[in-house]
């Protein structure tokens, strides 16, 4: 590699002036040695370097000449996903989301002798729930506080590195996770807390494009990875706890210009949904989309998820349906279109996102082949919808504990308890959790030899506190709390729970002490992979929920492990790292000091 | 406790900062350096508490500072006494208005209105768990 050392004119300038320079990485600190990646500063003009508004200076350490393999990502290769074990091309896998890996040689006879091969530290606190991308012989990770690492993937070699400067005032209900980037041509995408995306060449890590998705400031912050397909890279806003308006964006992969924009509440009086809202609630509705979507090639659908209405808890000044929070969208991925919607949780009062994870998955349902939706819901149901057209099919629960609802009716609207509903004084003891069930803070796996989803999930109960609720832009806008009852008593605990997708029943489960809050990777080979709060990264037989290995991690497990094979061996790569404010509210709380490190595994021939 | 008012605040997004007259000076007696009785005023009134309560649990609670002790966590539990930002009353106002930088403490000043800033002052103080001594 050529060593390319240099500072980008303006940089020291930029630094002084800053308000923020105590932020910035001292000059001295940059490594300066022989092999190592060229450094530089923003290449952002240094002009009104006085104001304090400027964005913070990014570091990064490029590579020069570029790395990993020649060939675009071509659109083939997108769509063949996991289909090619060498790489790992989608956050979900491939665009059904299934996060199943070929790799056939992760056996449980063989998982015993899985070993470490290399691990990597993020230097970032806060859950590293990044879902890595591997292509090309390289992975690129992302760490909390949208740090972009190029590893060798083989190796776990730095290969070129960007930190975004984060504002110090970013507004994050949740954390400062960031699952992960998209890849499409010579380019990775990533969207940032800031509520930016950024287009850098996968093969120097230099920044292509960076466009402003929304004003941070408004209540706004992007945590999921992005989606490519075709010509257009997709991502989704969060913010639903400050009532900021969600949507859904398209934007050109070669000059990160606006596509299309679809808006996931009502932006005017005369859009139908608005009648879903008293008065005009849908102006503060919140109702983000902050995790990643699917797509189905078959009927060219793009299918993404909304969250929860804001204020959370307090519903009283938002009577209605509350359209599309807690929704599953069917789009037209060249213009946004929305082909039809099916709502999870109408009027939702728990905070119960429809944000997890998407399964495009054959169905069997009453001998017919159905091409369908599996989701378990955070609401603690598990969905199976005809994709095509939306249509339900059917609910069972997945969780073993579910209070708030009695069922769902033939259309699959929930049939409410009333006194589910947060109270001023609450006695009630309402389950799942408000962060559920499974969340879309992470992900699972389905094996289509066996029609299984694989879900995580936490199993615990809460009162839902209810209080005032005042709109005002970039401010919390949640209108109550949950009194964290279980998670309190230490009676939280956590579930894998292998769901059959034709019949909608648990096959079989594995217990953890502690609820489980890890992404999934399933395999040909009949071994799944995941981690616990405990901080170990286990392999469990997908027949049986059998526990097969460990390896303790140290730090919980809150990423997406993945597997992807390089010269005949197969690798699993697994994070680690929690953070203690979620993971004490879903009662995993736990002495473990955070700090994020992915640690890959690999068997010898 | 008395019935909460759940009418909507008026004027919030025009309300002035008055608090930021508070300023750095800190540690101050019961009397605001607004010229307000801060939450001295509140903390012998129910109603007032109360609608202190509601506001913390709106806007607070949930994903940040929780009602019982835990470890863990980036939020300060606010009815202990470690709280190196709100040793006093005032100091506990000049935080929620201005925030903290570099964490997720936003600054309310401006969007809660300061009346309600002390209500909620005075619900954490008539609430704290933290003996004199202890």
């Not at chain 1, 009502?266 to 008065?279: L, V």
């Not at chain 1, 307090?314 to 279109?337: F, Q």
């Not at chain 1, 001023?424 to 289509?448: F, H, I, K």
């Not at chain 1, 029943?505 to 405990?534: C, I, N």
């Amino acid at each position: 590699m050529v060593v390319n050392f240099r500072i980008a004119p303006g940089v020291a300038a930029s630094v002084a002036a800053l308000a923020l320079a105590a932020a910035a990485p001292s000059v001295a600190e940059t490594p300066a040695s022989s092999g190592a990646p060229a450094i530089e500063g923003s290449s952002a003009p240094a002009a009104g370097a006085g104001a304090v508004s400027l964005p913070p200076t990014p570091t990064a350490w490029y590579a020069d000449p570029g790395v990993g393999a020649a060939a675009p990502v071509s659109p083939d290769m997108l769509a063949k996903g996991t289909e090619d074990p060498a790489g790992w091309l989608h956050y979900g896998g491939g665009y059904r989301n299934f996060r199943y890996s070929p790799v056939s040689s992760l056996t449980p006879a063989s998982v015993p002798h899985l070993h470490a091969a290399w691990s990597a530290p993020t230097g970032t606190t806060g859950q590293f729930e990044g879902s890595p991308i591997v292509y090309g012989g390289v992975m690129y990770l992302t760490t909390s506080y949208d740090r972009l690492f190029a590893l060798d993937a083989k190796t776990g070699r730095f290969l070129w590195r960007y930190d975004v400067q984060l504002p110090d005032d970013l507004r994050l209900c949740c954390g400062p996770a960031n699952r992960g980037v998209a890849i499409a041509g010579d380019h990775v995408f990533m969207a940032t807390l800031d509520a930016h995306l950024i287009a850098f060449d996968r093969r120097t890590g230099r920044v292509a494009w960076n466009t402003t998705i929304a004003n941070y400031k408004d209540g706004y912050s992007v945590t999921s990875a992005p989606l490519v397909v075709g010509g257009l890279v997709y991502t989704g806003v969060a913010g639903g706890e400050f009532g900021a308006p969600g949507f859904v964006d398209a934007y050109d992969i070669v000059t990160g210009k606006l596509a299309w924009r679809i808006n996931t509440v009502p932006t005017d009086a005369a859009d139908p949904a608005a009648k879903t809202w008293a008065g005009d609630s849908w102006k503060s509705g919140g109702s983000p989309a902050w995790t990643t979507g699917a797509y189905d090639a078959g009927t060219d659908t793009l299918f993404w998820t909304v969250g929860n209405p804001s204020p959370d808890w307090n519903g009283d000044k938002r009577a209605g349906d509350n359209l599309y929070s807690d929704s599953v969208l069917a789009l037209d991925p060249h213009t946004g279109r929305m082909k039809w919607h099916f709502q999870f949780t109408p009027h939702d009062m728990w905070d119960y996102d429809g944000n997890t994870q998407l399964f495009l998955v054959d169905a069997m349902v009453g001998g017919k082949p159905v091409k369908a939706i599996a989701q378990p819901d955070r609401n603690g149901f598990f969905y199976l919808l005809d994709r095509s057209n939306g249509h339900f099919i059917r609910a069972t629960q997945y969780v073993e504990q579910l209070t708030w609802a009695k069922g769902v009716d033939a259309q699959g609207r929930p049939i409410v308890d009333p006194t589910a509903a947060p109270q001023e004084n609450p006695t009630a003891r309402v389950c799942p959790s408000n962060l559920g069930g499974m969340n879309g803070s992470w992900s699972g796996a389905y094996d289509p030899k066996q029609g299984l989803v694989f879900a995580p999930s936490i199993e615990a109960c809460q009162e839902y506190v209810k209080g005032i609720a005042v709109y005002v832009k970039g401010v919390p806008f949640m209108g109550g709390m949950p009194n964290t009852v279980d998670a309190d008593a230490g009676k939280a605990y956590g579930l894998l729970s292998a769901i059959d997708v034709n019949t909608g029943q648990v096959k079989w489960r594995y217990r953890d002490p502690r609820p489980m809050m890890s992404g999934v990777v399933a395999t040909a080979g009949g071994v799944l992979f995941t981690s616990t709060m405990e901080g170990e990264a286990i392999a469990v037989d997908q027949a049986t929920g059998k526990r097969l290995w460990s390896f303790r991690m140290g730090g919980s497990g809150r990423g997406q492990p993945i597997v992807y094979q390089i010269d005949g061996k197969p690798y699993v790569a697994v994070p680690s790292g929690g953070w203690s404010s979620i993971d004490t509210l879903a009662g995993a709380g736990s002495m473990q000091p955070e700090g994020g490190h992915l640690f890959v595994f690999s068997l010898d021939p | 406790m008395s019935k909460i008012d759940w009418a909507p605040l008026a004027g919030v997004a025009a309300m002035a900062s008055v608090g930021m007259a508070v300023g750095l000076a800190l540690g101050g007696g019961a009397r605001a350096q607004d010229g307000s009785d801060g939450a001295q005023a509140y903390m012998n009134s129910p109603p007032d508490v109360a609608r202190g309560r509601a506001i913390f649990v709106g806007t607070c609670g949930a994903y940040c500072h929780k009602m019982t002790e835990t470890r863990g966590g980036d939020a300060p539990f606010l009815f202990g006494c470690d709280l190196p930002l709100a040793k006093t009353d005032q100091m506990m106002f000049h935080t929620i208005t201005h925030g903290v930088a570099g964490t997720r403490m936003v600054a309310f000043g401006g969007a809660i209105p300061d009346d309600d800033i002390w209500r909620i002052v005075a619900y954490l103080k008539t609430n704290s768990q933290c003996k004199p001594g202890g």
